[in-house]
Structure formats: C-alpha cells, structure tokens
C-alpha cells in the first residue's frame, strides 16, 4: 500500500486506528436515510456523529433486545458498583472527544496510579509483568518475531515468544489463548499492518500527547466514568433522544443487511451492520461475570494492583481485576475492596467452583459480596482475520468491535471516521 493516503494531522486525530481498514460502502454518504442495525456502543456513537453532523439525514436505530448498549451494562447495589463487561478507556482522542461532546468531562477520571500493577498465575504463584518479563524473553528473540509478523496474518503466539506472556496479554484483552488471536487485529501498528504515517510516529505521538481534549492521560493509565460505563450509554441515548432526525427501536430482529434493506424499502448502501454477522456459538469465548467484595481486613495478603490473569484451564477464573483498586471514584462501601471475576464457560466451573477457587487465590475468608452480575461473549479473532476484511464486498457498511478493533476506542474512532465520510 502506498505511504501517503492520510495527512498527518489524520494521524494526529486518529493515530494508528488509521491501519485498520473502514469497512464503509462507497455510497453511504449518498444516503438521505440510514438504518443502523445494533443499539450498541458502535451504532449509539455512529449514529451521534452522523445526526449531528447531518441533520438533514434521517437514522433509525434498530437494536434486538429491549435496551440499548449491548456489550455495556453497569451493575450496582447500594455501594457497591461493578462493570459487567468494559469498565474503563485506554487513553484515545476519539474516545476523549465523545467525552467531551456529551458533556461528562467532570465524571470522567483517570486510573488510581496506584493500580497499575498486573500479576499472572501460574503453578500456583503469582508473578509480577513487568519491563522485566519482556526482557526475560530476549530482545533480540522479540525483535526477530516482530518483524517475521510483518508478513501478516500471525497469530501474537507466533510473534511474542514467551507463551505465558503471549497468553496473558490476550486473556486479559480478548480472554482466549494467544495461538488463536490475530495480530494483525489485535495490534496492527506491532504488525504495520496497513498504511504507514507519513512522518516519524514517534513524532506523531508527540503531538497527539499534547493534543487530548479535557486531559492529557499519563502514560500506561485509563480512565473510567464515576456511575461506571452505563454513563456513556445513558448519556448518548439522551443525547439522541433530543435530536429530531434519529429514532431508536427496540426488540428489532434482522437476520442479514439484505433483509433491512427490503423490510425498511432502503438501498443496501445505506444499511450499516454493528452488530454480530456470520458468527457462530464456537466463534466466542462465552464468560461468567462476578462481582465479589470483601472486608479490607480479610484481603490484606491482596496488594492493590490491576489484577490478575490466570492462563491455566484447571482453574475456573481467567482473570480477576481489583475493580475497587483502579477507579479513583469509590466503587464499594469505606474499608471494603471489590473484585470482579472473568469465569470462562469453557473452563466448566459453576459457581460453588469459582467460589471456591477464589479461597485459594484471593483470600481464605468468606467475601461479604458474591453475584454473578451478567454474562457476555468475546468474539474470536483467529489468525488472518485482519486479511478477510474484503474490500470489494463493500454494499453495506460494517462496523462495530467484530470489524473495528475490540475496544471501546476503536469502535468510538471508528464512528468519527465514518462520519467523517459524509
Ligand atoms: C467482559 C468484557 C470486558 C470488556 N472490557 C473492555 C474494557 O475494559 N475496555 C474496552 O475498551 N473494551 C472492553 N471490552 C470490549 C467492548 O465491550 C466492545 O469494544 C464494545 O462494547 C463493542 O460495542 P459494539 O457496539 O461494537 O458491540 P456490542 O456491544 O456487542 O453491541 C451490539 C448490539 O447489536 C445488537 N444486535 C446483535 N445482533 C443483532 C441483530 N441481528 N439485529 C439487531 N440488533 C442486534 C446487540 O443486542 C447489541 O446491542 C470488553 C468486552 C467484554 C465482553
């Protein structure tokens, strides 16, 4: 691909989201209507961008279920407040720029600097990642597997050479091992998938770092929502709600861009897909969440940190994450800390197993909380996914984490991009 299709002040507003291709149907923006299929995160942001930017285009949000925000729910009991699935943002201008126009600067923090350290279980003890680990593999040995990835369609296994490392890397993002995770998906600027800036990126990174709205995050922290990340949802619903041109519908089942087109008399271009397609059970990971809480006084062998992730499928929990350590804003009662559980389906453990096993990994003592707040699933994103992406199958628009990128960041980028178009 040649070097030059974007500006750089492209790169400065996208950064490397720009290596990620935009599934966008050539005549979208000849669209004077525009169905959006899925009420989550992808199609509530697309839809923000487009209303406001076109107020002459009508938009019909059609989601299956009867709330929008899919993936995104927020969960709370008295004090007690817990992210079933996405609790926090790693730093992206696209992402601070939503912030910002939907007015929830001033609930919008960053992480506890305090919190940042991750831990992998592994034979029963617990190490800590670090620098450290990286170079235990070799720097040359990693050196040598970054640039073999250049070749496209690895998997990240192939390119990071210590499979612990490998696998809690992707457990903690797309909770699956790293031999079945596309690099190209995960981290196309490791890979140089796609188009390349056209200056130094490390210059790049300099200006987007002096450029964020609202703040400009310290490097290695994310940032999350006081009331959790139901509030972005909330707060687009509203901000829909008060726009004349976009509706939303609820309990709304297509199977296919096809039917849309022909149950809502549309062209097929002005369909927009964010929601899952062609996916099969087998194509997810399917997960159990918790929300646990305990009396500090009973968890003191837990140091505060991010959390832990746990690659062996012995054990019924991939991943705990230290929910009441990371957020600046509290999220459990004074003198109690809450943890949130990732329980894989594959791995066979009921609750009485979680339960259990949190005995011996986090503390001897009965938690005061235990609930299994919700379930969700992960697509998977198996190596070469990144190369399926046709470019000349382009009649409807795709978006949304199957196509974008599997964090909010991408998926919110992606949005502005697309909007960008009309
Ligand atoms: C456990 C977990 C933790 C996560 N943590 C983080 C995190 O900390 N940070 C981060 O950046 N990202 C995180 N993510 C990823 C994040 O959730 C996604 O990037 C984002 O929410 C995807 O939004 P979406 O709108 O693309 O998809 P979804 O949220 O999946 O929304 C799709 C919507 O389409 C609807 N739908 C589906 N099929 C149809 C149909 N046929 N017709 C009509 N509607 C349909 C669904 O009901 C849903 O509302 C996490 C994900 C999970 C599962």
Known sequence: ????????????????????????????????????VGGG????????RIATKRPDIEIEILERTERCGGTIETWSEGEWLCDVAVNAARPHHSFWRLVKDLGLGDVFFESNPEATSRWLLLNNKKSRLSLLTALKMGPLRLLRSVRSSRSGGKSIAEIIPN??????MTLGIVNDVSRNVDADFLMPSMTRFGEN??????????????????????????????????????????????LSNVQIHYQQQFDNPEQVALEQNLPIHSIIWCAPLDRTA????????????????????VPIGYGTLIPDNEIPVSGILHESDVHTTSRAPANHRL????????????????????????????????????????????PGYMSTFDDNNRSFTRAGWFFSGVSVTHVVAEAERIADKF
Not at 339 to 368: C, H, T, Y
Request: hydrophobic share 40%.
């Open 41 to 48: 995160l992808s199609g509530l942001s697309i839809a923000y």
């Open 163 to 168: 499979q612990s490392v490998a696998d809690a």
């Open 197 to 242: 800036p056209p200056i130094k990126w490390s210059k790049i990174k300099k200006m987007m770092k002096q450029s964020y709205p609202l703040f400009s995050p310290r490097k290695g922290s994310i940032a999350s929502f006081e009331g959790g990340m139901q509030t972005l949802i909330d707060a687009l619903v509203a901000q829909l709600g008060q």
């Open 282 to 301: 087998e194509d997810q990971t399917e997960l159990d969440v918790y929300a646990v809480g305990y009396a500090s006084k009973d968890i003191t062998t």
């Open 1 to 36: 691909m040649c070097d030059s299709l974007f500006t750089v002040e492209d790169w400065v507003r996208y950064g490397d989201e720009l290596r990620r291709p935009l599934l966008v149907a050539p005549k979208l923006s000849q669209s004077t209507k525009v169905c959006i």
């Open 339 to 382: 943890f949130r559980i990732m329980a894989p389906r594959r791995r066979g453990g009921d609750e009485a197993a979680v339960r259990n096993s949190l005995k011996q990994i986090l503390s001897g003592k009965e938690p005061i909380l235990f609930k299994k707040i919700g379930q969700r699933s992960i697509p998977s994103y198996n």
